[in-house]
């Protein structure tokens, strides 16, 4: 049972929630706990109907708002609640692809997680605001055999539901032969198979490569290929397996490995907050022995960290 952390406010008015907003925004020194009291309170759909009505009332644009009156990091979380998934999606891997440097792990985070759908719609929402095509885009922008794994990623073609355990032992096979011999003819079955088949197609794979070879498939992966590529791989089977464990372990490493890394805690924040979050924090809590919350405020300061707080908490559980 998977469980976000935000959910559709009760006796919600768009037009007043707009008002408070722009009240906020319109003050001397912006208030920032209205701000945050609203739009981390509000599902995504809430929100961008308070957007449309602050556009009516005011013929002004929240998001162009929230940006002039806001910086840093407080102004991602919140300018980053306004968009829709796909969208915030989309924006992201434009910034990751379009940046002085190419953000290999935000493309991994986002494409080796989301379904077909999300897929779909994130590429459209692409088009859409960039006027580019995202496969062309990661064509360009990146190379080798870790362009060719995001490439069909991108293209949102896994099978889905369907499993056939005739096929397992073979698609195990190969992946075991990928492992020993790793030519590029090898390499290109392993991420076709890891792209296209199914989640519980890939379950069964991943016991059988366990049987045929007495090794999990992340050491096995872990030990034979290196750099974005091998990354790229085992984020695909950490996700078949279980994503809040996976989510978990990458806000772990942006908090603790990178002296906290925000636009990766801002971006799975946001991008989980209705799907999974609550699952992330538990998962987080039992592989780390420390809450999500306690390392959050342990890092993060001012209206930032009660952003990010307020998207985290989801309920009064005791930290």
Known sequence: ??????????????????????GALQGISCEKDVLIDILTQRCNSQRLMIAEAYRDMYGRDLITDLKENLSHHFKEVMVGLMYPPASYDAHELWHALKGADTEEKCLIDILASRSNTDI??????YLMQYNNDLQQDIDSET????????????????MEGYADPSTAAQDAMILWEA?????????????MILCNRS????????????????????DAINECYDGYFQELLVAI??????????????LYNAIHDFGFHNKTVIRILIARS???????RQRYK??????????IKHFASGHYESALLAICAGDAEDY
């Not at 209705?274 to 992330?280: A, H, Q, S, T």
Request: charged share 20%; hydrophobic share 35%; with cysteine.
């Open 179 to 191: 492992c020993q011999q790793k030519t590029g003819e090898h390499k290109n079955m392993l991420q």
């Open 237 to 250: 089977v950490l996700c078949v397996r279980d994503k809040p464990s996976y989510f978990a372990y990458r």
């Open 274 to 280: 209705e799907i999974d979050l609550m699952n992330i």
């Open 1 to 22: 049972q998977t469980q976000g952390t935000i959910f559709p406010a009760p006796n919600f008015n768009p037009i007043m929630d707009a008002q408070f907003l722009r």
């Open 199 to 218: 989640y519980q197609q890939l379950w069964m794979v991943f016991q059988e490569f366990q049987n045929i070879s007495g090794q999990d498939i992340v």
């Open 120 to 125: 779909f719609q994130m590429k459209e929402a």
């Open 286 to 295: 039992e592989r780390y022995g420390k809450s999500l919350f306690h390392d």
């Open 143 to 158: 190379s080798g055999h870790f362009r060719d794994t995001l490439m069909n990623l991108a293209q949102g073609t896994r």
